[in-house]
């Protein structure tokens, strides 16, 4: 079976600070992960995959994640947080056995100026 | 280049009533997935076509739910006998092939709302 937890619904930060969204999956096989974003009143974009090549993942927009099997985390950072920022990000994992994606229920970023 | 495209943007349906959500995956792309995304919640999946394949319809939460992918490119999504739980966002998307390492690509989504 396969699942993803994101910590904390709501993250708020100030401009210039650093952001720090949580991803932890439960998977029984390697999984693929992936991080998107979902601006208001728009779809979903990704932000960057995790597919077993390199653990330290860079995305768009200064976004980075890495990823850890000791810890079945898949964390999303970017050292500097902007206005523009403000969204809402979802955690996906997808094993190579299965069809489905496995979204996490998302976090809403605030960006304080 | 087209992204994934939804109709209508927004749907607003009597209790009762049968609805159709069309997409229109992006050229070539071989996979296709529909979503529900209802407020406060994550992204549940419905069903996924891939090529000429079996759809996998596992996640369809009742009968009244069905999908077809005609000539494998546009695809609808039918709601029958809607209920108001059936309210929510109904996401499409597509990807270039159904293997795992391949991510997805959105469209802007159906808002229903079922009266």
């Known amino acids: 079976a396969q699942s993803v937890t994101q910590l904390g619904s709501h993250v708020s930060v100030s401009e210039g600070a650093l952001v720090l969204l949580r991803c932890n999956y439960s998977?029984?096989?390697?999984?693929?992960l992936f991080w998107y974003v979902q601006y208001p009143n728009q779809g979903l974009q990704l932000l960057l995959k995790?597919?077993?090549?390199?653990?330290l993942v860079k995305g768009i927009n200064g976004f980075e994640a890495e990823f850890k099997k000791s810890e079945t985390s898949f964390h999303l950072t970017k050292p500097s947080a902007h206005m523009s920022d403000a969204a809402e990000y979802f955690c996906a994992v997808r094993s190579n056995t299965g069809n489905q994606f496995y979204f996490g229920t998302g976090t809403s970023l605030t960006v304080i100026p | 280049g087209a992204g994934v495209s939804q109709s209508p943007s927004n749907k607003v349906t009597e209790k009762g009533k049968d609805v159709e959500l069309r997409c229109d995956p992006i050229s070539g792309h071989t996979a296709l997935y529909w979503y529900r995304q209802s407020l406060g919640q994550g992204l549940e999946f419905l069903i996924y076509f891939q090529g000429n394949s079996a759809p996998d319809k596992s996640g369809l939460p009742s009968d009244r739910f069905s999908a077809e992918r005609t000539g494998g490119s546009v695809s609808t999504l039918t709601i029958q006998r809607t209920q108001q739980e059936d309210s929510a966002v109904y996401l499409c998307?597509?990807?270039?092939?159904?293997?795992?390492?391949?991510?997805?690509?959105f469209g802007p989504g159906t808002r229903l709302t079922v009266t």
């Open positions: 995790y597919t077993s090549a390199a653990t």
């Open positions: 998307a597509s990807s270039l092939s159904g293997l795992a390492g391949y991510e997805q690509y």
């Open positions: 998977s029984s096989v390697p999984p693929y």
